[in-house]
């Protein structure tokens, strides 16, 4: 259980220093997707600390996650390839949002009642956007 703790730490720690690199990803894609790419790889081998090896790729390759774990091994390759070798930003944020987004998905689906807590954050965040939306055209069309 600490190595599960630790790799997801570490990971956690590689994406919020990557999220600094953001202002120079124009500049530097390689610094932003590097850190990115081994936070999100480390937090995808904790999950081999908490399962096991075999349990792990057993887990992964089950038909209903093998879509899931298959595109998040193409992202993760797509964007090493998008920031060391053809250095395109706009490709490096698309690819590390919906990696971002894979790896979110896998994560939930491991704990236990994580696919229900993920649908009702999800409908929580939409409600406050919509009100926070509608609350801005409010206060634009009073000041315009």
């Not at 990557?18 to 590097?34: D, E, G, N, Q, R």
């Not at 937090?43 to 996650?65: A, C, D, N, Q, V």
């Amino acid at each position: 259980m600490f190595f599960f703790f630790f790799t997801s730490g570490i990971g956690i720690l590689f994406i919020v220093v990557s999220f600094f690199f953001l202002p120079v990803l124009v500049i530097a894609p390689h610094k932003f997707c590097t850190l990115f790419g081994l936070g999100s790889a480390s937090i995808f081998y904790s999950i081999i600390y908490l399962k096991g090896f075999k349990g792990t790729l057993l887990y992964f390759w089950k038909s209903k996650r093998r879509w899931n774990t298959i595109s998040y091994a193409i992202t993760l390759i797509l964007l090493m390839y998008y920031s060391l070798i053809n250095k395109s930003f706009f490709w490096v944020i698309v690819f590390s949002i919906i990696q971002l987004l894979i790896l979110i998905n896998l994560l939930f689906g491991i704990i236990p009642g994580g696919k229900t807590t993920l649908k009702w954050t999800i409908k929580g965040c939409c409600y406050s956007m919509k009100g926070f939306i509608s609350c801005t055209k409010g206060i634009f069309k009073v000041l315009c």
